[in-house]
């Protein structure tokens, strides 16, 4: 099983940036597949980013171009960049993982999850 601990929301202007970092533990997470999802009252969750063992990514539409996401093995966490941000943005983040049952290939959902970060921006 693997452990996550989220960081670095806040509040923040449009147009500005937030980093926000997963620490991971208990496990070798570099087997999993490491993803960010937000989640507003009232709407649907919503999967950000994710990063695959090999460093393969991917985004949602709505961020695309704006958020980066990536490793740091030598920390063990993994990084959510999120630039030009817009108040549509504002959402409870969570990390999240799930082992990779064929390497380098991610499922559709996460098995593990983080306790969420919030990130306010106001316009």
């Known amino acids: 099983q693997v452990q996550l601990v989220e960081s670095g929301g806040g509040s923040v202007q449009a147009g500005g940036s937030l980093r926000l970092s997963c620490e991971a533990s208990?496990?070798?997470?570099?087997?999993?597949?490491m993803g960010w999802v937000r989640q507003t009252p009232g709407k649907e969750r919503e999967r950000v980013a994710r990063i695959d063992s090999d460093g393969y990514t991917d985004y949602a539409d709505s961020v695309k171009g704006r958020f980066t996401i990536s490793h740091d093995n030598a920390k063990n966490t993994v990084n959510l960049q999120m630039d030009s941000l817009k108040p549509e943005d504002t959402a409870m983040y969570y990390c999240?993982?799930?082992?990779?049952?064929?390497?380098?290939?991610?499922?559709?959902?996460?098995?593990?999850w983080g306790q969420g970060t919030q990130v306010t921006v106001s316009s």
């Open positions: 208990g496990s070798d997470y570099s087997t999993y597949c």
């Open positions: 999240a993982a799930d082992p990779e049952v064929v390497p380098g290939t991610c499922s559709d959902d996460f098995g593990y």
